[in-house]
């Protein structure tokens, strides 16, 4: 039992936002734990403070003389938010940011509950009659076309999947309604949906997999790499049924853009009414509703994007994280958390078992495996009967540039296509330009112009110069190729998706072309619509932007174009090849899902880069050998841990300045640390709204020498030099 505890004050004044060490008096020992609310004496106040325990030691930090003994520790079980705000801590300690800021990303604000009934929508005519309405549509009745296709699928939908996910108003539901094609019924709250549970029998590779989490329920972490359609959701669905049985409640958490109807119907089907769903287009209300409704103990299984991490369930034995190599698990908001960490903290706190979920999982995830932490499991088939992993082929664009072909669109992705609209089998061409940087690439051989130190690409600036952003180091830029010679060593253009959609409409007149990126997605669900449209085959080529890629399933897909693979392998840091061979590989799995056998066609200036050829190949394992390398040759994560520091300003010579002086004091700590500091340097976007901004990245083995600069960076910036305002980046 531990004699010391260090608690936090009053969680309701961000000011206070640090943690103080108390004396736990021996009578008090037994009731300490890592979450308990305690009272304190603190300052000069006369009535002692609320606060809670967020760690316990055997140590004192301070001379004991001047710790105070706690006064008391009320009797009584640790209530769910208690629990969370411990992780609240641990999340604010690891990422920075104010206490305040996790605890508000942990457990949110009030919000008035609406009184909403459980409803559901039914069919209300047979499925014969409803087929002859749905074949009667018109072309531009999108939305009506949707909502008949689900009830012709699923004879009652809850409702709330049909107004959020299907995108379907309320005001076409009565009129749906008053034509007598559905009924939209209230069910009382104490009527319960069991759900089917599973239905499909698991494969021998499925079984097993199922079969050692379910054996671990209550710990370990287990990482489920299995190709794209090698049924992870059905190992997921059993080793969920078995928690429930033993009476646990469970967190699934989907990157919003894969959280489609079809995935959630699927846990609904299962599940019934214990299933929620909530995603981040919802209002707060409804979501705060659901959190009090998994309080409560009304539902058991809670669906969603990283937010639905913090779901209060009092009785949490399983996290499964689907897709967790996506960067949207990581939050671009103060604390900027990464939830699959988080997953895995939470989960050590409550006795709870995660399952990590991918075809390619991160380098860091599968380097924990590698190190022993976490449990390897695989699925190295497609699931389906007959569905076979596509063939894939690699088109070198510095051919068609000898060929004077200067469309985007090689001559053998051109006859592809053709193929595909004379069979009528569908198309999607895609176009990873995420993070789109400026790098400069030779396009008659593919060189791609990189730091000598860091070994990232280098960045144009309008200036001349070729600059790094992680070191600083600058060369200027010359049009002419260092490595052949060529007058095509240029920056890469943007080239849109839009200017592709027109290209694409030009070249092939007859093709019904759907296009899906930031722009045409820009109302709440819009890439539900384009996709169901898509699925339900009123397009017939789609061009997008990764977006595209993310976990849909289309069984008439038979071809997926990459437009340009370079784009993303030249972003200016050290995790490009990864999200390369990512979307590369995410890609090829969207073809062939069906007993028609697909075929994938890479476009890249540089075919042979590792990152395009293990996609290729579908080779996960070759892709990580040699980019595990690479990251230890250099010290990048996960190998080494990485502390991103951002510094902000509106006058540059102020920022300058104090950045400066910022990496010197770094410099002194970590060296102390053994932690080594690089910068300051410009970062990808130096100027953006009128404030300036620079970087300064410390690397470490070891993460804890990291917080150590962290939070004296923190303080530095609390001493306010000229009000330089920084952010926190961990790997
Ligand atoms: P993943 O998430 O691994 O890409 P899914 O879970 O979406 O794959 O499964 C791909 C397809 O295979 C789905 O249509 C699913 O219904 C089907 N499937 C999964 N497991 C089985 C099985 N054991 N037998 C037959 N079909 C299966
Ligand atoms: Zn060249
Ligand atoms: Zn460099």
């Not at 669906?303 to 913090?310: E, K, T, V, Y």
């Not at 030249?570 to 075929?599: H, K, M, N």
């Not at 932690?675 to 470490?700: E, T």
């Amino acid at each position: 039992m531990a004699a010391y505890a260090d608690i936090i004050i009053d969680i309701a004044a961000p000011v206070l936002d640090r943690t103080f060490q108390y004396e736990v008096p021996a009578e008090l020992q037994e009731r300490a734990e890592v979450g308990s609310p305690v009272l304190v004496p603190f300052g000069n106040a006369k009535a002692p403070r609320r606060g809670y325990i967020v760690g316990l030691s055997d140590e004192p930090k301070v001379d004991r003389g001047k710790i105070k003994p706690i006064a008391d520790i009320p009797e009584r079980d640790l209530s769910i938010e208690d629990s969370l705000v411990a992780l609240a801590y641990r999340i604010k300690r690891r990422y920075g940011g104010s206490l305040y800021d996790a605890l508000r990303t942990v457990i949110p604000s009030r919000q008035k509950i609406a009184i909403v009934p459980k409803r559901k929508v039914r069919r209300a005519v047979t499925a014969e009659a409803l087929a002859e309405v749905l074949r009667n549509l018109s072309k531009r009745e999108t939305a009506k076309a949707r909502l008949y296709g689900a009830l012709l699928e699923t004879e009652e939908i809850p409702y709330e999947l049909v107004t959020g996910k299907l995108k379907i108003t309320a005001a076409a539901l009565s009129k749906a309604q008053e034509e007598g094609i559905l009924i939209v019924a209230e069910l009382d709250e104490s009527e319960s949906e069991p759900g089917e549970g599973l239905t499909v029998t698991l494969n021998e590779e499925q079984r097993s997999a199922a079969d050692t989490v379910a054996a671990s329920l209550g710990s370990g972490v287990f990482v489920l790499h299995g190709i794209t359609g090698s049924g992870k959701t059905e190992v997921y669905l059993s080793v969920i049924e078995r928690a429930l049985a033993s009476g646990k409640q469970v967190i699934v958490l989907i990157p919003e853009i894969a959280l489609t109807y079809q995935t959630v119907l699927r846990f609904y089907r299962c599940f019934g009414d214990r299933v929620a769903f909530v995603h981040s287009k919802m209002p707060a209300g409804e979501r705060y509703r659901m959190r009090e409704r998994a309080k409560e103990g009304k539902i058991s299984i809670m669906i969603g994007p990283r937010s639905a991490l913090f779901t209060p369930f009092p009785n949490l034995g399983l996290i499964i994280v689907d897709e967790e190599h996506e960067t949207s698990y990581r939050s671009e908001l103060t604390p900027r958390y990464h939830a699959v960490d988080v997953a895995v903290e939470r989960a050590g706190m409550c006795g709870a078992t995660v399952v990590l979920g991918s075809a390619t999982p991160s380098l860091e995830t599968y380097y924990h495996c590698e190190r022993g932490n976490y449990t390897l499991l695989t699925l190295s088939k497609r699931a389906k009967e007959g569905a076979r992993l596509p063939r894939t082929e690699i088109v070198d664009l510095r051919e068609e540039l000898k060929a004077k072909n200067f469309s985007v669109i090689s001559r053998r992705l051109r006859s592809a296509i053709e193929e595909r609209l004379a069979r009528h089998e569908q198309v999607m061409l895609f176009l990873n330009r995420r993070g789109y940087a400026g790098f400069v690439s030779c396009r008659a051989c593919g060189y791609i112009a990189r730091c000598p130190h860091c070994d990232i690409s280098l960045t144009y600036h309008n200036d001349g110069t070729l600059r790094c952003h992680y070191c600083g180091h600058r060369v200027p830029y010359k049009k002419v190729c260092p490595e052949c010679g060529s007058a095509y060593f240029l920056p890469f253009g943007k080239s849109g998706t839009q200017k592709i959609e027109e290209l694409v409409e030009k070249e092939f007149p007859k093709a019904r072309v759907l296009r899906m990126d930031a722009d045409t997605t820009k109302a709440a669900d819009d890439y539900e619509a384009i996709l169901s449209d898509f699925a339900e085959g009123r397009g017939d080529i789609l061009i997008g932007t990764q977006m595209i890629v993310k976990g849909h399933d289309f069984p008439n897909v038979t071809l997926v174009g990459a437009l340009a693979a370079d784009l993303s392998l030249g972003v200016a840091d050290y995790g490009c090849a990864e999200r390369t061979f990512d979307l590369l590989a995410q890609a090829a799995g969207r073809a062939g899902r069906d007993r028609i056998p697909g075929e994938v066609i890479i476009q890249t200036y540089r075919p042979d880069h590792y990152a395009i050829t293990a996609a290729a190949e579908a080779d996960y394992r070759a892709f990580y050998d040699t980019e595990i390398r690479y990251r230890r040759s250099f010290g990048y994560p996960p190998v080494r841990h990485m502390l991103t520091i951002v510094g902000g300003h509106r006058r540059e010579e102020t920022l300058e300045r104090a950045m400066e002086e910022l990496a010197a004091c770094a410099r002194e700590i970590a060296e102390t640390a053994g932690a080594s500091v690089i910068g300051p340097a410009l970062p990808q976007m130096p100027k953006k709204n009128d404030m300036y901004f620079r970087v300064i990245y410390v690397k470490s083995g070891d993460i804890e020498s990291l917080i150590t600069v962290k939070d004296a960076a923190e303080n530095w910036m609390h001493g306010s030099r000229g009000g330089v305002g920084l952010t926190f980046d961990v790997d």
